[in-house]
């Protein structure tokens, strides 16, 4: 991708020199593909029947280094080295199993009392950081949009407000992951299964594959004080800031082939600068099919935004946004 809005291979190797990526290739130290824009490199760290998984190293571009841990649904996402190691034919076949066994899809429908009795928890919250916002001062956001920069001020104002409620860890795990992928693990996951026990947007999704997932720290609890806290805190700030009930966000995707139908998401990134989804729209070499949108989104929708939290600004510059999902509007 061009624009300086993303890193890149300039001469990525063709796409004929790698396999799909199918089970087989899933061998501790093989290296592959991401099927991106960008082709961005992997290298197989891991592989977990029981929990229906793989893990992989980002080898290149800004997330190096990073480690996601995926479901075996998604080996199709991949390439590979074709003078890589293949798995043995038993192991496939447990890999196989393990994969039918986590491939079903679980519902979580939204209540309209659990989502009433949630309105009042974020106005409650909304009222305890209202002050604390409001005291910090000016806060030029066009200027934060054009520098794709967050706010040191509200960084601090944010981390005070989730040790205030207890919930710090959960607020740098949640964003830590999905500032490098959402679908990394499943804590995510439990956060969107919450989302919709609170009545704020239905789960669709895949059954749960780790069976301590909110165990302890984790518990739903816990998170559901999280998400609420989070959204009191910057609703409220964008409230404040943008003078009226909505912003304007962008989004842009590229594809290999045709586009395909959206999906309901319990979390969509999307980003207030024009110029980083255009860089999506570009795509990569092999893109055949591009679209890019913009829309005004209701501030109460935002759940995490650049300007505020200091892991979207660690790695990449995208002036993102985080909405809670909306079943009506599979765009943004």
Known sequence: MSGGIYASDPNPAPDSEFAPG?????????????????????????????????????????DAGARWDLSLCEIGRFQFSREGSVAADVFVSELERARRRFDRELVVDCDAAARSRTAGR????????????????????????????????????????????????????????FVSNPRSGEFVKGHAIVLAE????????????????????????????????????????????AGEGSVTLYRGAATDGPMPKPTASSFVSATFASEVAAAHFEGGPATQTAVMWRQRVPVARLFMTFLETRELNRRFQEAEAVLIGDPGNRVF
């Open 122 to 177: 974020i106005e409650a919250a909304r009222a305890r950081v209202r002050a604390r916002v409001g005291a910090l001062g000016h806060v030029d956001v066009a200027a934060c949009v054009g520098g794709r920069s967050g706010d040191a001020r509200l960084f601090a104002a944010l981390d005070d407000v989730m040790a205030d409620r207890g919930v710090a860890d959960l607020e740098q795990r949640f964003a830590a992951t």
């Open 22 to 62: 199918e089970l087989r290739h899933l061998v501790v130290g093989n290296r592959g593909r991401l099927l991106d824009a960008r082709r961005t490199p992997i290298t197989v760290t891991g592989v977990d029947s029981a929990r229906g998984s793989f893990e992989v190293e980002i080898g290149a571009f800004e």
């Open 198 to 241: 609170l009545g704020l947007c239905p789960y669709r999704g895949k059954v749960v594959r780790d069976p301590k997932l909110f165990d302890g720290d984790w518990c739903k609890a816990r998170r559901a004080e999280h998400l609420i806290t989070r959204l009191a805190f910057t609703s409220g700030l964008w409230m404040s800031l």
